[in-house]
């Protein structure tokens, strides 16, 4: 079992950054993928960015490219999502999540309760 959460959401200008944190426990979370969707006001849940366990292989989606950095420290058990040069429509509940593969999909076994992220224009 692994347990997620997520912080770092807030309110900030477009333009601006955050990073969002997601703390893991249980066990053996270095084995895990890691992912972070997030799912805006009447949309569905999208994928953002992903990592492989030992972080060497990345995926994005083309909407963060260039924008957005994920990365983890195994030795915190805590994964995270620099998000830079913000735009309003990155506002969204973002979520964290875990699963034996990198996958780009939602097919992940463990998930956070979410963080909010607010641009405002």
């Known amino acids: 079992q692994v347990q997620l959460v997520e912080s770092g959401g807030g309110l900030v200008q477009a333009g601006g950054s955050l990073r969002l944190s997601c703390a893991a426990s249980g066990r053996s979370f270095s084995n895990y993928a890691m992912a972070w969707f997030r799912q805006a006001p009447g949309k569905e849940r999208e994928f953002v960015a992903a990592?492989?366990?030992?972080?060497?292989?990345?995926f994005y989606a083309d909407s963060v490219k260039g924008r957005f950095t994920i990365s983890r420290d195994n030795a915190k058990n805590t994964v995270y999502l620099q998000m830079n040069s913000l735009k309003p429509e990155d506002t969204a509940v973002y979520y964290c999540?875990?699963?034996?593969?990198?996958?780009?999909?939602?097919?992940?076994?463990?998930w956070g309760q979410g963080t909010q992220v607010t641009v405002s224009s």
């Open positions: 999540a875990a699963g034996p593969y990198v996958l780009t999909t939602d097919n992940y076994n463990y």
């Open positions: 990592l492989s366990w030992s972080g060497g292989t990345t």
